[in-house]
């Protein structure tokens, strides 16, 4: 794979990588290291999850789902040299906010990270009288500054572009209720200030059970949508009620170039499901859920991070170029 299909993006030859399992016909596969980050690197740490990771410096940075002991949701800022082996910050971010009404922290959890132009963004589920989007950026990975939220509760799964479509910054999400929410469809908004967001557009819905199971309840978008020459790239996760409760798997989606709220195509079969042992038994069992995706534009390569039943972080590998035609080839639409 030479990786031309990707049209917008740092070369990484030193991202983690693992070459395909010899005999494996599989689009993705797993990290034989998995979990890549256990539940238990921080001291008070129950479980380490639903975290996103972006290259920075000589190596990585990130911001990570922490819950606590006493079962509390927390962020922390992390860092590897490598991708693999992570050093994550024992205290909690502590967002910087003038704003009182906003600022009083409440819980935050399932974060994504996206570099526009300078700074490093981040969007994670914020608690205010009950989940949306919070945003936030930074330039180092040390002092966060806190945005506005962007959405009226309740809302979750906020996850930005990494460059403005038609001159606004523009970011997915998926409006929900205040609960464990048992419906979900993915959505797009438009901000010229990131304060004040609006344009927005319906992407698409949950799948009908009988054309793909996997996502036939809710659907949320994953990590930062990647540019190829065929449209964004979007990982995107997808629930079965089953007769066991919910069951996580995700897939992808090309999203147009100019109009990212219109799908040309959309996976029929997944990608990954909780199948592993480290996927299927946790706190929340059967769960596999994508948040960063690093990519080297010189091979094609792609190493996603994704949290898994809701305890520990995996990483799962492919090739752009493969995703991309599997996408096409297999789309229900």
């Not at 979007?234 to 100019?258: M, P, Q, R």
């Amino acid at each position: 794979m030479n990786g031309t299909i990707i049209t917008d993006g740092m070369n990484l030859p030193g991202m983690p990588w693992e070459e395909r399992p010899e005999g494996s016909g599989e689009v993705m596969w797993r990290y034989s290291g998995n979990p890549v980050i256990p539940r238990d690197l921080l001291p008070d740490s129950n479980s380490i999850f639903n975290s996103a990771v972006v290259p920075f410096g000589e190596g990585y940075a990130g911001v990570f789902r922490c819950d606590d002991k006493n079962r509390r949701m927390r962020l922390h800022a992390g860092f590897s040299r490598n991708g693999i082996d992570w050093e994550i910050e024992p205290e909690p971010v502590r967002f910087q906010n003038d704003d009182p009404e906003t600022g009083q922290w409440v819980y935050g959890y399932d974060p994504r990270v996206c570099f526009i132009e300078d700074r490093y963004y981040v969007t994670w589920c914020n608690g205010y009288h009950g989940p949306t989007i919070g945003v936030a950026f930074t330039y180092d990975f040390r002092t966060f500054h806190q945005l506005e939220n962007a959405f009226l509760p309740f809302n979750r799964n906020g996850v930005m572009f990494p460059r403005k479509i038609n001159g606004r910054f523009a970011m997915l999400s998926r409006p929900s209720d205040n609960g464990h929410t048992p419906f979900g469809d993915i959505f797009y908004s438009e901000s010229p200030d990131l304060e004040f967001w609006g344009r927005h557009r319906h992407v698409m819905s949950p799948a009908k059970f009988e054309q793909s199971a996997w996502q036939c309840a809710k659907i949320g978008a994953g990590p930062v949508p990647i540019v190829t020459r065929k449209g964004w790239l979007l990982f995107y996760h997808g629930v079965l009620i089953s007769c066991n409760g919910y069951v996580y798997s995700f897939g992808s989606a090309l999203l147009d170039l100019e109009r990212p709220w219109k799908v040309t195509h959309r996976s029929g079969p997944y990608l990954i499901s909780p199948q592993k042992l480290y996927e299927c038994v946790g706190d929340v069992p059967n769960v596999v859920f994508p948040c960063a995706a690093l990519h080297d534009a010189g091979t094609g390569r792609i190493a996603v991070y994704y949290g898994c039943a809701d305890t520990v972080t995996g990483l799962a590998f492919g090739y752009v170029d493969e995703i991309v035609e599997f996408t096409k080839r297999t789309s229900i639409l």
